[in-house]
């Protein structure tokens, strides 16, 4: 079966640095998104990688190692306000999006 | 504000009665979606239409009805749920379906209570 692994919740400090991360297992691969959402409101999108390697937009980053089955995104310089889950999402051979049940982001001042 | 309109936000109904949901997106897109998303739990696809045509059915029960009269508007038509058919209702559009890369737009979502 096709399976999308984060953990549950994670807690920081406030201007610190978190990385979140995400195992895949899916029958195919055209890529792996993460958004995010806050309590109550959309998901949003942050990054798309479909190669491996580093894609960095201002304090997110997100990574991908194909041949692992694995991403992660980093938060730099943490802020309240990105107290959020985060969600990964992997694109299958069919185009279609396989989901993680999210990770709860706790930053504390 | 993500382009993507949801209503109504909350919804309370009863096992017997019949609802609608309505989703309408302003971005131009040629795919929608929806999503249940309950506690703690991946997103779960329930259809998908590009260009008003149909292309995934995730074994929804019939008691979820989608209608998608043009690309911008989305219906889903609820009658006799359960329960657990409880959840967060989220609509998304994306430009294209069956090509990678294109990220998908949502909406607020509807709260729904069955009772």
Request: glycine share 8%.
């Amino acid at each position: 079966g096709q399976n999308i692994d984060q953990p549950t919740e994670m807690t920081a400090t406030e201007g610190a640095i978190v990385q979140i991360n995400c195992t895949y297992q899916t029958s195919g691969f055209n890529g792996l998104f993460w958004y995010q959402q806050h309590a109550g409101e959309a998901p949003t999108f942050l990054s798309y990688n479909v190669l491996d390697g580093l894609e960095e937009k201002g304090r997110f980053s997100s990574f991908l190692s194909r041949s692992k089955g694995y991403s992660y995104l980093l938060l730099k310089e943490l802020q309240m306000k990105d107290s959020a889950s985060y969600l990964c999402a992997v694109s299958d051979s069919n185009y279609q999006l396989i989901w993680g049940a999210g990770t709860k982001l706790i930053i504390k001042p | 504000e993500t382009g993507v309109t949801q209503t109504p936000r909350h919804l309370v109904m009863g096992m017997t009665n019949k609802k609608s949901l309505k989703c309408e997106q302003h971005l131009g897109h040629n795919a929608m979606y929806w999503y249940k998303q309950s506690a703690k739990k991946p997103l779960e696809l329930m259809f998908v239409y590009n260009f008003k045509e149909q292309t995934e059915n995730n074994s929804v029960p019939s008691r979820f009805s989608p209608e998608c009269p043009n690309s911008s508007h989305l219906f889903l038509h609820l009658h006799t749920l359960q329960p657990e058919d409880s959840a967060l209702y989220l609509c998304a559009s994306s430009q294209d379906w069956g090509t990678s890369g294109y990220e998908q737009y949502f909406g607020p979502g509807t709260r729904l209570t069955v009772t």
